[in-house]
């Protein structure tokens, strides 16, 4: 007796392994589901794995005729064991290390639960039906027209999918509302600033070129001494560029809040000291690419001296996936939070789930527009989903 594991993408892609393998006389002896990959949880790809045999006595398959092939058989409970028995004995003269053990009727209830899966999918001389119900593949050319990859859309989808009766997936509006669950749980990771009288919170904003740093501090500054009435300095340390510093010397004029230029990690942290009664200070860095190992050691060395409290890490929505991962990859290490800019520009905020389900820092905050202090908002799990899904559910 020939038996052989099959693992694929579904129940129909690993029938129809087994069926051009062993032949369409192959008898099932185990079935379920497995795990592969993954991170926190998420993104660990869904197989099907299915254990079948065959005796060594074959039938001429080539010689037969298509219409007279019998469908996969699935028998009964002595059957499974006494093949199993013979499974076992091949494993262990292949690899003695593995031990295996077996209850039948476990095995059993594990085949059932994509067992009727299997029946679906078998018909006479044919396996390879697709496994994706015309709802669901709706649902995830949703999810991918709204920006996210087709593999964060099926990690997101297959617990519905798992959960849900195939005949409730045409009431949207359920299906809409379970995903809005699935997305949140995603976006559950956020944390803002929280200043105290006791202490001075010192904040540093971290990032490449051109993502809107010295704007975001602008707006945060503004929001928390203006609206919060906290004291607040801001430094920077952007003496790369002549326009950054008067942007932000104009922000402090305009607030109220008093603004220091340094061009060294010393004067950095003189200036700290300088300002030890606020509540709050902002240090503005340059722009730094993540390729360029000098600039990095640089802005090391300032973070070094200034040792910062919190460390924002402000990337750009509009950036693709690829290079927002190679340039967390390079700032992870210096970094405590994420800041979310240029939401108002991107068509597809779909990618911020395949972004979050990648990175393991809490979202602070998500810029949408250049309006000071107004186009800021604290991130929390529900606005994000809306940034994701949109403002509201488009089936109620």
């Known amino acids: 007796m020939r038996v052989k594991r099959f693992i694929g993408d579904n129940v129909a892609d690993t029938m129809g392994k087994i069926k051009r393998d062993l032949g369409s006389e192959a ?14 949880g998420f993104f660990a790809r869904t197989k099907v794995e299915i254990t079948a045999a ?8 080539a010689a037969m005729n298509p219409a007279e092939e019998e469908p996969v058989k699935v028998v009964n409970t002595d059957a499974i064991k006494k093949a199993y028995e013979a499974y076992r004995e091949k494993e262990n003269e292949n690899t003695r290390e593995q031990r295996i053990s077996y209850d039948a009727q476990s095995e059993i209830k594990q085949m059932h639960t994509i067992l009727k899966e299997i029946k679906g999918h078998i018909t006479k001389g044919d396996v390879s039906i697709s496994a994706e119900s015309k709802p669901y593949s709706d649902w995830i050319h949703f999810m991918t027209d709204r920006g996210a990859s087709r593999e964060t859309a099926a990690e997101l989808l297959e617990p519905i ?21 699935q997305v949140e749980r995603l976006c559950s990771n956020t944390e803002v600033i929280r ?6 919170l010192v904040v540093a904003m971290v990032g490449p070129t051109g993502v809107g740093k010295t704007t975001t501090i602008g707006k945060l500054a503004a929001g928390f001494s ?7 300095a801001l430094i920077t340390a952007d003496t790369f560029r002549v326009a950054a510093v008067e942007q932000l010397r ?14 060294t990690p010393e004067g950095l942290r003189e200036a700290i000291d300088i ?6 200070i902002f240090i503005d860095t340059a722009g730094r690419s993540p390729q360029h190992d000098l600039h990095m050691d640089e802005l090391e060395a300032f973070l070094d001296k200034a040792k910062p409290d919190l460390t924002m890490l402000v990337m750009s929505v509009t950036t693709n996936l690829a290079d927002q991962m190679k340039v967390y990859e390079r700032f992870k290490k210096l970094s405590t939070h994420l800041i979310l800019t240029k939401l108002d ?32 908002d604290a991130a929390t799990s529900e606005k994000l989903t809306r940034y994701v899904l949109g403002e509201e559910n488009p089936y109620v």
Do not use: C
Request: charged share 30%; proline share 5%.
């Open 54 to 61: 065959i005796e060594d006595r074959q039938p001429n398959h």
């Open 27 to 40: 008898v099932i002896l185990q079935t379920r589901q497995i795990k592969e990959g993954g991170f926190l």
């Open 226 to 232: 203006i609206i919060e009435r906290r004291k607040v």
């Open 195 to 200: 200043p105290s009288k006791s202490r001075t």
């Open 250 to 263: 104009t922000f402090g004029e305009i607030i109220g809040v008093p603004v220091e230029v340094v061009m």
């Open 161 to 181: 999918k798992n959960d849900l009766a195939e005949d409730q997936w045409k009431n949207n509006v359920k299906v809409f509302e379970l995903l809005e669950n």
């Open 345 to 376: 520009e991107s068509f597809s905020l779909g990618s911020i789930l395949d972004l979050l389900a990648k990175t393991n820092l809490p979202v602070a905050y998500l810029t949408n527009g250049q309006n000071v202090p107004d186009d800021i």
């Open 275 to 280: 300002h030890a009664d606020k509540e709050l």
